[in-house]
């Protein structure tokens, strides 16, 4: 345990079981935090596509990725910048949805996620499969908003959220790991936030 | 956005073995609601300028709270610079701000951060809202310091000249300062304009934004409206996190 700091109380003595190690409850509001200006994309010209090592790599426009079996999450989205937030709502259509049709080699162990911004973010396979992972359009039951990372984002809540890249428009299939953007910049290749991997060597 | 090259490559943009002592050497308040915190750390990692801290407080119980901080002071600092802002709401801040005394210890971790850095060497423009200013500072500090105060363009933006942090500084630096609230000379109360941005702008430059996400959405749709290439600009925004990601 890290020495006390001298007159620190804390606020929140209650901890709330969902909070990971380090986190703060941020409430009703959803802080924005990005490295890039926001694009503007209209919806006609997004794309999504799974390509690199895969069978058949596929794309997706807006109306075929809309056609596809809808799929929620409900529950709790966590930043690294130490915020976390409750009960979210997302939906658009699973990862697993997109990968069936695309189907990875058995050799593909990771996942590059590229946006629209040309922010990348890694991803081992296995944390975008069973359940875990969803290409998402709508945020309480609305668009999803551009500054959340709209018309499309990637939703990986069970990792730190700059795993959840925003403007999504590609998933390369990979046999080895490749750094993203914030993780060539120092931040933690997995990043899952109940073990705190914040920074590379957490 | 490119991939990232950059500047920060070859640099410890990891923070280099875990977390450190810090022992706090000064305690300033030149500016309402925020304190200044000089910062001895104990075998520290040079940074860059742009780069951050995270300070974490621990309880007696073992419950910790962490928030990251930008960097003012040059890497030529035998000390490391903070500046925060205390949020009413804020439990780390306001301890920063309230109860920390010189001689208290703090742990800390860093310099974190390789994207929003400034290699000292190439031309950049700085657009910083409030308290964005920050890792600005460090970046003008070191500039100075090298003698190449040429290679950077300011523009800063606050509501009044009294709640701009280091604004001394950034006056006697010529930086265009920007006021929503009151006139500043000639110029009357009102938010940065395409027209004060242009003659910023010069060829080559790396563009930079801190601020809160609104001033940074603001400043950067400006500058792309103006034809500053997206990729060129590099963004920090900090929310009620008071983190920048």
């Given at each position: ?32 935090l990005t490295a890039e200006p926001t694009p503007r994309i209209a919806p006609e010209t997004w794309t999504m596509t799974v390509d690199g090592h895969v ?133 933690h290749d997995l990043g899952d936030p109940w073990r705190q991997q914040r920074y590379q060597g957490d | 956005m490119t991939e990232p090259e950059v500047l ?238």
């Amino acid at each position: 345990m890290p020495t006390p700091t001298r007159g620190f109380l804390g606020r929140r003595r209650e901890r709330d079981p969902r909070l990971p190690p380090g986190q703060y409850d941020v409430g009703a509001d959803w802080p924005v935090l990005t490295a890039e200006p926001t694009p503007r994309i209209a919806p006609e010209t997004w794309t999504m596509t799974v390509d690199g090592h895969v069978e058949e790599p596929t794309t997706w426009t807006w109306d075929e990725a809309h056609a596809l079996p809808r799929s929620e999450y409900r529950g709790d989205i966590h930043c690294v910048t130490t915020w976390s937030k409750f009960d979210t709502w997302f939906a658009g259509v699973s990862v697993d949805t997109l990968l069936e049709a695309a189907r990875p080699t058995a050799d593909a162990h990771f996942v590059m996620a590229t946006s629209k911004t040309g922010y990348t973010t890694n991803l081992p396979l296995e944390h975008v499969t069973g359940g875990k992972a969803w290409v998402v359009w709508e945020y309480d039951g609305k668009p999803l908003p551009i500054e959340h990372g709209g018309p499309v984002r990637l939703l990986v809540p069970h990792l730190y959220f700059w795993k959840s890249a925003k403007w999504v428009t590609k998933l390369t299939l990979l046999t080895r790991d490749q750094q993203g953007f914030w993780e060539q910049n120092g931040y933690h290749d997995l990043g899952d936030p109940w073990r705190q991997q914040r920074y590379q060597g957490d | 956005m490119t991939e990232p090259e950059v500047l920060g490559a070859g640099v410890p943009s990891a923070p280099a073995g875990g977390w450190r002592t810090a022992t706090v050497s000064g305690v300033r308040r030149p500016l309402q609601r925020s304190v200044e915190l000089r910062l001895d750390v104990h075998d520290r990692v040079d940074h860059l300028p742009g780069q951050h801290y995270v300070v974490r407080l621990t309880a007696e119980d073992g419950y910790t709270a962490q928030r990251s901080y930008s960097i003012a002071s040059a890497p030529g600092d035998p000390l490391v610079e903070l500046f925060v802002e205390r949020l009413d709401d804020g439990e780390v801040s306001t301890f920063l701000a309230d109860v920390v005394e010189p001689g208290d210890e703090l742990e800390v971790r860093g310099p974190i951060g390789g994207w929003f850095v400034w290699d000292g060497e190439t031309p950049a423009l700085l657009i910083a809202g409030g308290y964005g200013v920050v890792p600005f500072i460090s970046m003008l500090r070191h500039a100075r310091a090298t003698g190449r105060e040429d290679l950077l363009r300011i523009a800063v933006s606050a509501r009044t000249m009294a709640q701009l942090p280091y604004a001394d500084e950034l006056v006697a630096a010529g930086a265009l300062v920007v006021l929503t609230r009151e006139a500043h000379g000639i110029r009357p109360a009102g938010r940065l304009t395409a027209a004060e941005l242009v003659p910023l702008w010069e060829p080559g430059q790396t563009t930079y934004v801190c601020g809160s996400a609104s001033f940074a959405e603001a400043a950067t749709q400006l500058l792309v409206g103006t034809g500053v290439p997206a990729e060129s600009i590099r963004v920090e925004r900090f929310g009620p996190s008071g983190a920048p990601s």
